[in-house]
């Protein structure tokens, strides 16, 4: 799975040493962990490791073996159900001894957030202040529905006896507190790995409210993942061509005019950094325009 990974086309790997490494199996997976990292070939892939939560027995060897194994090949390290803002205090204080002792760029090696439960959601703002380490808060739904008794056993599954999107708070209320702060938010996994048509589902809704990607648990996954965090081709000419066409009516030559008609809508500067999200994800996306404006 490891060796796989390096060159499949997502944005980031993450190598668990949480839920799934068995407990008997952690001391050997830390030394796996340490040794995929230290071999490479992860191409641009953004390179995480999650470690066990703070009330485990197991998280400060993870941080320390990992760290001082393979520091200088880690970008981000995730810390899962985290509870309130002392338990990213705690990684960012300890990732800054080992940086510190190990000669690495201090606050080089970012945190990833995993919110998992009430406590989680609950103090989610403090969290994504704790630290300027942090870079990521990501939704655990599996772990979440466990911690909210929810009568359900499939991931992010809206009911037909409920009227409404039962994950629609949680995820809103994440994507605030990273917004406030300027990092990312994203969602977690579908467990139904063979089911490509129900992870597109689920995935379609946190895309439309803002999120930036998903967890994909399977290759399989990769390809609805990407497609469906990105813009769609149509959106992605649409967005360029606001922005073109601002640029243009907003100069000397258009006329300084700040409200326009481009088509039969108009723009003005809300619709500007409307369009540069969209042309951001698109450009990220290594995505190219259909069309071009003429004045
Ligand atoms: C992920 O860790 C989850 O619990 O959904
Ligand atoms: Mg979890």
């Known amino acids: ?11 980031q790997v993450f190598l668990d040493l949480e839920d799934s490494v068995a407990p008997l199996a952690k001391p050997e997976a830390r030394k796996n962990v340490v040794a995929a990292l230290v071999e490479g070939g992860w191409e641009t892939k953004v390179r995480v490791v999650r470690v066990n939560d703070l009330t485990t027995q197991w998280t400060y060897r993870d ?19 985290v509870q309130s803002p002392s338990h990213v205090e705690w990684l960012d204080l300890t990732l800054t001894q080992l940086e510190q002792t ?9 945190i990833e957030a995993q919110i998992e439960n009430a406590a989680g959601l609950v103090n989610v703002d403090a969290i994504a202040a704790a630290s300027p380490r942090v870079e990521t ?43 406030m702060h300027g990092q990312q938010a994203i969602d977690g996994p579908y467990l139904q790995i063979r089911d490509v048509d129900g992870f597109r589902a689920v995935a379609r809704r946190s895309a439309l409210l803002g999120f930036d990607g998903k967890w994909v648990l399977h290759p399989g996954q990769i390809e609805a993942a990407n497609e469906i965090y990105s813009p769609s081709q149509e959106d992605y000419d649409h967005a360029e061509l606001i ?9 000397d030559a258009g006329g300084k005019q700040g409200a326009v008609m481009l088509g039969d809508e108009m723009i003005d500067e809300a ?3 409307m369009a540069l999200v969209v042309a951001a994800k698109g450009r990220a996306a290594g995505m190219a325009r259909t069309t071009s404006f003429t004045p």
Do not use: Q, W
């Open 102 to 110: 190990l000669g690495l760029p201090v606050g080089g090696i970012g």
């Open 243 to 251: 922005l073109d066409a601002y640029a243009h009516y907003t100069s």
């Open 1 to 11: 799975m490891l060796d796989k990974a390096r060159g499949l086309p997502a944005d």
């Open 137 to 179: 808060i990501i939704f655990g739904p599996a772990d979440f529905m466990a911690s909210l008794n929810m009568k359900s056993l499939v991931v992010g599954e809206l009911h037909p006896d409920y009227p409404g999107d039962p994950f629609h708070y949680i995820l809103m209320r994440i994507l605030m507190a990273a917004r």
């Open 271 to 273: 619709s500007r950094k």
């Open 63 to 81: 941080v320390i073996e990992v760290v001082e194994g393979a520091g200088a090949e880690l970008d981000c390290m995730m810390l899962p159900k």
